[in-house]
């Protein structure tokens, strides 16, 4: 590599996410130079419970932060910071700014009965024409209404509810804010006013400064101060920047319609650009994070999860072990042609949904269907990593049918280091998928950043850039037949009773599909 310039210019991104804090810095092309992570813990004490240390949020921030400034030194030049992170994760703080609860994460599913008694009170159609959304566990505002019901003496002490990117802003400049998408997703915030809704804070009695000032996403916060202690200059502009699925979008460049967002990680999010928000409850909007334009989103809440739990339980070295061996099955399995067995029993199926529900059904429970003393390991693999594939297509499924187009899936993140995932999501989908050279969503938070900052067309460029450098999946002829075989036996297997906890009664997302199917 040339040696560079002392005043070569750098964009940095901060994303707090499920499994710890990044900070990044990004080239005014779209290439990471440089990134620092700190890891943290997720508590699951109970079934459904999912929780954080919030003060890890900004320590481990700060100290990837203060270690990216160290490792940059005076060779670069920092010209604004983007924030991002998990969401929608809560934790409760008091007055003076200290937590007095766990933080609550998206997949904590504990919240079951008071999204119910949100839905009911609203209305279902009434509260996705508000807001966007349809109340679940999943969202802010029932973990809110949870704790005041289940843990009175945490919610009296409260004086603020934030979210992991708030609490990072806070301790980088000591502002107080959060931005229109992580608002969106508490269910208290117009989704076309963009502002707080004093009618809904009203119809469940809370007040109004339980929660923070929202500005748009590409609005700058604050700025660094003198002696900030993270080896940067004072008065680099911070950007508010997004929720990191919203970050992730505008990083793999979907802002009109027509290709959609992947944001691989230990949850995948699926967003898609609209000129106005659709009618189809079972879809989810937000704010996105450019003018004129809302960003839809669907999700798998255990997808690169799920893969995890696979390389750890099947006893594989790493996940390039697992994707291997389950390429060399399918290759095989691709061999025997027309001598192959009935696709269905070749492989077991499996159900990737191992986080004791899903946002949009907290019944839905992973499995494994069809298993066989004659499968070996390899078999399991490739089951791991295609129900990855169809539970993000029949995902999917659902926001075509809304009425947003689907004309290629870019994924980033995780996710997209795997060739055979890749693969089997064109396959299912029938249309190409990229995978992305880098990460969309810390791309996408420091061209946001950029952008705030008067770097508009450098931002564009590198975001092009990073799309076209994408490594490109076809859908194949043995896909469009045998694995289209076998998602059908998925979709039937998710309308059965027998894979949903509780009553077995199906859930608002089925049950609200044509004729009683997703």
Not at 40 to 47: A, D, G, K, N, V
Not at 133 to 154: I, M, N, S, T
Not at 244 to 255: E, I, K, L, N, P
Request: glycine share 10%.
């Amino acid at each position: 590599m040339s040696p560079r310039k002392s005043d070569e210019r750098v964009l940095l991104a901060v994303d707090v996410g499920t499994g710890g804090a990044r900070a990044v810095a990004v080239d005014l092309e779209g290439r990471v130079i440089a990134e620092m992570r700190r890891a943290y813990q997720t508590r699951e004490s109970r079934p459904g419970w999912a929780e954080q240390n919030p003060s890890d949020w900004s320590d481990c921030a700060a100290q990837a932060l203060g270690a990216l400034g160290r490792r940059l030194g005076r060779r670069y030049r920092p010209m604004a910071i983007g924030l991002t992170g998990q969401c929608p994760t809560v934790a409760p703080f008091d007055a003076k700014g200290r937590p007095v609860g766990p933080g609550m994460l998206y997949r904590d599913n504990r919240a079951v009965d008071e999204a119910r008694e949100m839905r009911d009170r609203v209305g279902i159609e009434a509260m996705h024409r508000r807001t966007g959304h349809v109340a679940e566990a999943f969202h802010v505002g029932p973990k809110v209404l949870w704790l005041r019901r289940h843990a009175p003496e945490v919610f009296r002490k409260t004086a603020r509810f934030l979210q992991p990117r708030d609490v990072v802003l806070r301790r980088l400049c000591g502002e107080e804010a959060t931005d229109e998408t992580n608002a969106n997703a508490t269910l208290f915030f117009d989704l076309r006013a963009r502002q707080w809704s004093p009618e809904l804070l009203a119809d469940f009695d809370l007040d109004p400064t339980l929660f923070p000032v929202a500005l748009a996403p590409w609005v700058v916060a604050c700025a660094l101060g003198q002696s900030n202690g993270f080896g940067l200059p004072a008065g680099v502009p911070i950007v508010i920047g997004s929720a990191d699925s919203q970050c992730a979008a505008f990083g793999a460049g979907v802002v009109d319609p027509g290709p959609v967002s992947e944001m691989a990680g230990s949850s995948s999010c699926l967003n898609s650009a609209v000129v106005q928000p659709l009618a189809d409850v079972r879809v989810t909007h937000y704010s996105h994070v450019v003018p004129n334009r809302f960003s839809t989103e669907l999700g798998v809440n255990t997808a690169g999860a799920a893969i995890d739990w696979a390389v750890e339980r099947l006893g594989y070295r790493s996940h390039t072990a697992l994707g291997t061996d389950a390429m060399r099955f399918r290759r095989e399995w691709e061999k025997l042609g027309g001598r192959a067995a009935d696709p269905v029993e070749m492989a077991p199926l499996f159900l990737p949904y191992l986080g004791d529900g899903e946002r949009d059904d907290p019944s839905l429970r992973a499995a494994f269907i069809g298993l066989s003393s004659r499968h070996e390991r390899r078999a399991l693999a490739y089951a791991v990593l295609e129900g990855v594939a169809f539970a993000v297509w029949s995902t999917l499924v659902t926001l075509q049918q809304a009425g947003s187009p689907l004309t290629e899936l870019r994924v980033s993140g995780g996710g997209g280091r795997l060739a055979l995932l890749s693969q089997l999501k064109a396959d299912v989908l029938g249309r190409p998928v990229v995978d992305l050279p880098h990460d969309a969503t810390v791309i996408g938070a420091a061209m946001l950043a950029g952008t705030a900052c008067g770097l508009q067309d450098e931002a564009r460029a590198a975001i092009d850039g990073v799309v076209a450098d994408g490594r490109r999946f076809e859908p194949t002829a043995w896909g469009r037949e045998v694995v289209a075989a076998r998602a059908t036996w998925f979709e039937r297997t998710l309308r059965e009773p027998g894979v949903h906890a509780g009553s077995g009664a199906l859930p608002l997302a089925i049950a609200a599909s044509t004729g009683g199917g997703r």
